[in-house]
C-alpha cells in the first residue's frame, strides 16, 4: 500500500505528468507510424495478386526454365494442337470421395503461333477413353504448372506415363517443349468430344509477402510499448531515489 | 559488484553493432537513390531491405543496453532520451559511445560505488 503511494506520489508530480502526456502523444505517433505501414504491407500485398492474377500471354511465361512465381498463373495461348504428339499419364483420378473413377489425363504438343512448343494437359478422359482434338486453331486459357518432379526415375509402360515431365516428352515427341507445362481451363472454339477439364494442382500464382514493410509494423508497436516500459521503470526508480534521499 | 563496466560494454557493443548496419544501410540508400535509380523501379535488392529490418530488430538491443546503463548511471529522463535516439541517427551511436566512456572514465569514484 505504502509503495503504491510512493508511485502515485512521483506519478503526479508535474514533471512526470508532463512526461506521461508527452509518452501518450508518442504512443499515439508510434501506433499510426506502425499502421501505416501495416497499410503498405496490404497494399503491396494487393497490388502483387492483382498483378499476378491479370491473365497474360503464354509466350511471356513460357521457356527452357519457368520463373517460380508463375506457377499457377493463368495464361492465354492461340496455336494449335499436333495431334501425333499425346501422351497419357496412367493411374488419374476424376472426382472426389466414393464418386472418384481412375482414368488418364491426356496432355498434347501444343505449338503456339509463335513457334514454341508447350506440353498441353487438355484434361482426364476413361482409361483408354476416346476424345477429339481440334485440328483447327485454337485459343487457350490454362493455368502454368510446374513439372511432376515426383517419381523422377518413372517410365512409360504400355505407352502410358507415370508423370508429367516436359524433358521426357521433348524427347519422345523430337521438339524442344517450354518446362512446365499448362492445365485447360477453356478451349475455344470448344471440341464436342474433349477430355475432361481437371483442376490444377497450384491454383494461384505466388507473390512475395513484403516482409520489410511487416516488420516495420510491428518495430512501431513494439517501440510504444517499450516507451511505456520505460515511463513505468523511470516512476519505480525516481521514487526510490527519492526514498534515498 | 560494480555493474558499469558491463553495462558500458554491452552498450558499446550495441551501439558498435547498429551504428555499423546502421552507417551501411545509410550509405547504401543514399548512392541507390542518388546514382542506381531505387526511387523510380523499386527493383532494390534483397540485402538492401535486410539491412534495414537487422537495424530495427538491432536496435531494440541497443535501447536494452542503453536504458540499462542510463539507469545505472541515474541519467535524467532528457539525457536518457538522447542516448536513445543516438542509435536511429547515422554515425551518432558511435559519438555516444566515446561520450559514455569519457562520461564513466571521469566519473567520481563515489557515484560509481554508489552504484555497486
Request: proline fraction near 5%; include cysteine.
Amino acid at each position: 500500500m505504502r509503495s503504491r503511494n510512493k508511485y502515485l506520489h512521483e506519478f503526479l508530480k508535474p514533471v512526470s505528468i508532463v512526461v506521461a502526456l508527452l509518452l501518450v502523444g508518442v504512443c499515439v505517433l508510434f501506433f499510426f507510424l506502425g499502421k501505416w505501414q501495416w497499410d503498405r504491407t496490404q497494399n503491396i500485398l494487393n497490388a502483387e495478386r492483382a498483378a499476378a492474377a491479370a491473365i497474360i500471354s503464354a509466350r511471356e511465361v513460357l521457356g527452357p526454365e519457368l520463373d517460380p512465381s508463375d506457377f499457377g498463373r493463368t495464361v492465354v495461348a492461340s496455336g494449335s494442337y499436333d495431334i501425333t504428339h499425346v501422351a497419357r499419364i496412367g493411374n488419374r483420378l476424376s472426382g472426389g470421395g466414393d464418386n472418384a473413377n481412375v482414368g488418364q489425363w491426356i496432355v498434347s504438343d501444343f505449338e503456339l503461333d509463335t513457334g514454341e512448343h508447350v506440353a498441353v494437359l487438355r484434361g482426364w478422359v476413361p482409361p483408354d477413353g476416346t476424345y477429339s482434338t481440334p485440328s483447327e486453331e485454337v485459343e487457350l486459357r490454362a493455368v502454368v504448372q510446374p513439372n511432376e518432379a515426383f517419381y523422377e526415375d518413372s517410365k512409360q509402360i504400355d505407352g502410358v506415363y507415370a508423370v508429367i515431365d516436359s524433358a521426357v516428352l521433348s524427347s519422345e515427341w523430337g521438339v524442344t517443349l517450354s518446362d512446365g507445362f499448362l492445365v485447360v481451363e477453356s478451349e475455344f472454339p470448344a471440341s464436342p468430344n474433349a477430355p475432361k477439364v481437371v483442376p490444377p494442382t497450384i491454383q494461384t500464382a505466388e507473390v512475395a509477402f513484403p516482409l520489410q514493410n511487416f516488420f516495420y509494423a510491428v518495430q512501431w508497436w513494439i517501440f510504444a510499448l517499450f516507451a511505456i516500459a520505460l515511463y513505468v521503470r523511470w516512476i519505480m526508480v525516481s521514487s526510490r531515489q527519492r526514498d534515498i534521499r | 559488484m560494480n555493474k558499469i563496466p558491463s553495462a558500458l560494454l554491452a552498450f558499446r557493443i550495441m551501439a558498435w553493432v547498429t551504428g555499423v548496419v546502421l552507417a551501411s544501410a545509410t550509405v547504401w540508400a543514399l548512392l541507390g537513390y542518388l546514382l542506381w535509380g531505387y526511387a523510380d523501379d523499386g527493383g532494390k535488392p534483397g540485402l538492401y531491405s535486410l539491412l534495414w529490418v537487422a537495424h530495427g530488430w538491432l536496435y531494440f538491443a541497443y535501447l536494452i543496453a542503453a536504458v540499462n546503463l542510463a539507469f545505472l548511471l541515474r541519467f535524467p529522463i532528457l539525457k536518457t532520451v538522447a542516448l536513445l535516439l543516438a542509435g536511429t541517427i547515422p554515425f551518432a551511436s558511435f559519438y555516444a559511445d566515446f561520450v559514455m566512456h569519457r562520461y564513466v572514465r571521469n566519473l567520481p569514484q563515489t557515484k560509481a560505488d554508489a552504484s555497486q
